[in-house]
């Protein structure tokens, strides 16, 4: 059964850096494609960012230099560094894989 459980996220100035994890169960994030996505208040699911078995990386225009996906074979884990971020970035913050959604973290970015 897959399992994802987010955490890491909270309320951080305009500016400010977070780093999101994701862990994982039930297959080997290593070996799939996983994905990040985020829901702002009122607003559908937005995909974020997305990491291969080959260790390839795509992220959406709103985000590129800014947020790095990652993984950790060891923990089976993924990764959302996010850095310089700003108002618009808040939302609740879900780990994917096929169909398969955690229960998300809320970032919240605010002065």
């Known amino acids: 059964e897959v399992q994802l459980v987010e955490s890491g996220g909270g309320l951080v100035q305009p500016g400010g850096s977070l780093r999101l994890s994701c862990a994982a169960s039930?297959?080997?994030?290593?070996?799939?494609?996983v994905k990040w996505v985020r829901q702002a208040p009122g607003k559908g699911l937005e995909w974020v960012s997305t990491?291969?078995?080959?260790?390839?990386?795509s992220y959406a225009s709103s985000v590129k230099g800014r947020f790095i996906i990652s993984t950790d074979n060891v923990a089976n884990t993924l990764y959302l560094q996010m850095s310089s971020l700003k108002p618009e970035d808040t939302a609740v913050y879900y780990c994917?894989?096929?169909?398969?959604r955690g229960q998300g973290t809320q970032v919240t970015v605010s002065s």
């Open positions: 039930g297959f080997i994030v290593s070996k799939n494609i």
């Open positions: 990491i291969n078995p080959g260790g390839g990386t």
């Open positions: 994917q894989i096929g169909g398969s």
